[in-house]
């Protein structure tokens, strides 16, 4: 961090209906000087362990605002950021105060904020989660749940959460093709989703019969290698541009 070797990526997320990129999440690469550009699988589980996570979660928050308020200040159309918060963050107290501190400095409207948020997560302490992210709403950030449907969350609790979207675990995503039981679950997590008048995203999209099937189910939006893998902010510039 004090050497600013981390780098953002974005994958961008797409409108099955319009076709249209509304959102990129944020993705962190580590830009090592002698290892070159390291995957997060290489550092994050130990970040996680250290408590550094929740610096290096506040420089992502930051990074991320400060980028899509300058793609919005060059004329591009505004799409939101998503930002994954890990467990350690979303424990910190002071968590309101960052995401509050990062828009402030950004100049950038909450609305086109959005915070992911894992299943398992929520499930540890849900009176505190919801508690957490009502605060968060009244802000006017977005949430999301991010690995659906492998946090084993009650439909009680479910109705409870104030998010916007629930995202397809991408397990369930690539066997689509040949498996019947994830092609249950996905249908399921979708009609669920809009019944409870969520949109849903699928991620680890890679192929044109998940997107058929997708598609098919009335899945709202999709995101992975189908479209696009996750790319450098210039190149999500571009992809605006056009």
Same mark, same amino acid.
């Given at each position: 961090?004090?050497?600013?070797?981390?780098?953002?990526?974005?994958?961008?997320?797409?409108?099955?209906?319009?076709?249209?990129?509304?959102?990129?999440?944020?993705?962190?690469?580590?830009q090592?000087?002698?290892?070159?550009?390291?995957?997060?699988?290489?550092?994050?589980?130990?970040?996680?362990?250290?408590?550094?996570?929740?610096?290096?979660?506040?420089?992502?928050?930051?990074?991320?605002?400060?980028q899509?308020?300058?793609?919005q200040?060059?004329?591009?159309?505004?799409?939101?950021?998503c930002?994954?918060?890990?467990?350690?963050?979303?424990?910190?107290?002071?968590?309101?105060?960052?995401?509050?501190?990062?828009?402030?400095q950004?100049?950038?409207?909450?609305?086109?904020?959005?915070?992911?948020?894992?299943?398992?997560?929520?499930?540890?302490?849900?009176?505190?989660?919801?508690?957490?992210?009502?605060?968060?709403?009244?802000?006017?950030?977005?949430?999301?749940? /991010?690995d659906?449907?492998?946090? $084993?969350? +009650?439909?009680?609790?479910?109705?409870?959460?104030?998010? &916007?979207? !629930? *995202?397809?675990?991408?397990?369930?995503?690539?066997?689509?093709?040949?498996?019947?039981?994830?092609?249950?679950?996905?249908?399921?997590?979708?009609?669920?989703?809009?019944?409870?008048?969520?949109?849903?995203?699928?991620?680890?999209?890679?192929?044109?019969?998940?997107?058929?099937?997708?598609?098919?189910?009335?899945? /709202?939006?999709?995101?992975?290698? $189908?479209? +696009?893998?996750?790319?450098?902010?210039?190149?999500?510039? &571009?992809? !605006? *541009?056009?």
């Open positions: 961090i004090v050497h600013s070797e981390f780098v953002l990526f974005y994958q961008p997320q797409v409108d099955l209906r319009t076709g249209l990129v509304f959102a990129v999440e944020a993705l962190i690469r580590w090592h000087p002698t290892l070159g550009l390291l995957s997060p699988l290489k550092f994050v589980s130990m970040a996680e362990e250290t408590g550094l996570i929740v610096p290096l979660g506040d420089w992502v928050l930051h990074e991320a605002c400060r899509n308020k300058a793609w200040d060059t004329g591009l159309p505004p799409v939101n950021v930002v994954n918060v890990s467990a350690r963050q979303f424990r910190e107290k002071n968590l309101i105060a960052r995401v509050v501190h990062a828009l402030a950004s100049g950038m409207e909450a609305k086109y904020l959005e915070l992911e948020i894992t299943e398992s997560l929520i499930m540890q302490d849900v009176d505190q989660a919801v508690a957490m992210m009502e605060e968060l709403q009244g802000l006017g950030v977005q949430i999301s749940i /991010d659906f449907g492998t946090g $084993y969350s +009650s439909l009680n609790a479910l109705k409870a959460f104030p998010v &916007a979207r !629930l *995202k397809i675990d991408k397990s369930f995503i690539d066997n689509l093709a040949s498996s019947e039981s994830d092609k249950a679950v996905a249908g399921a997590v979708i009609s669920l989703g809009q019944k409870l008048n969520l949109r849903v995203i699928a991620e680890g999209v890679e192929t044109a019969e998940q997107v058929a099937f997708l598609r098919a189910n009335n899945c /709202d939006e999709i995101q992975g290698y $189908y479209f +696009s893998k996750p790319v450098s902010s210039d190149a999500i510039e &571009a992809l !605006l *541009k056009r």
